[in-house]
Nanobody
Framework: QVQLVESGGGLVQAGGSLRLSCVAS????????MGWYRQAPGKQRELVAG???????NYADYVKGRFTISRDNAKKTVSLQMNSLKPEDTAVYYC????????WGQGTQVTVSS
C-alpha cells in the first residue's frame, strides 16, 4: 500500500515562491505517473501538474511558466517548485499518482497573501 506525505507549504506574499515535496512509500512509485493536485475552499480538487515516469510533464494553463514539477524515482519523491505565486493559488496541495490510484494524504496548505 502506498502512502503519500506532502510538505513544504506555508504563508507567502504574492510574487513569492515555495517548494512542495511529496514522499511516497511503496515499491510502485517509479512505475506511476505522478501529479500535484490542489483544492481551494469550496472548490473541487483539481490537477495542477503531472509528470510521467519518463519525465515528461504537463501543467494546468493557469500555472504554466510559474510551476515546475519534478521527480526522483530513487528517492520516491515528487516536487513542485512554485514561483510568482498569486492569491488564487491558495489551496491545500496534494500529491497522488496520475491517474489517481491511492488514498489521499493530509496535503500541505499554501496561503498566498496579496
Amino acid at each position: 500500500q502506498v502512502q503519500l506525505v506532502e510538505s513544504g507549504g506555508g504563508l507567502v506574499q504574492a510574487g513569492g515562491s515555495l517548494r512542495l515535496s511529496c514522499v511516497a512509500s511503496g515499491s510502485l512509485f517509479s512505475f506511476n505517473g505522478m501529479g500535484w493536485y490542489r483544492q481551494a475552499p469550496g472548490k473541487q480538487r483539481e490537477l495542477v501538474a503531472g509528470i510521467a515516469r519518463s519525465g515528461s510533464t504537463n501543467y494546468a494553463d493557469y500555472v504554466k511558466g510559474r510551476f515546475t514539477i519534478s521527480r526522483d524515482n530513487a528517492k520516491k519523491t515528487v516536487s513542485l517548485q512554485m514561483n510568482s505565486l498569486k492569491p488564487e493559488d491558495t489551496a491545500v496541495y496534494y500529491c497522488n499518482s496520475l491517474p489517481v490510484r491511492y488514498g489521499w494524504g493530509q496535503g500541505t496548505q499554501v496561503t498566498v497573501s496579496s
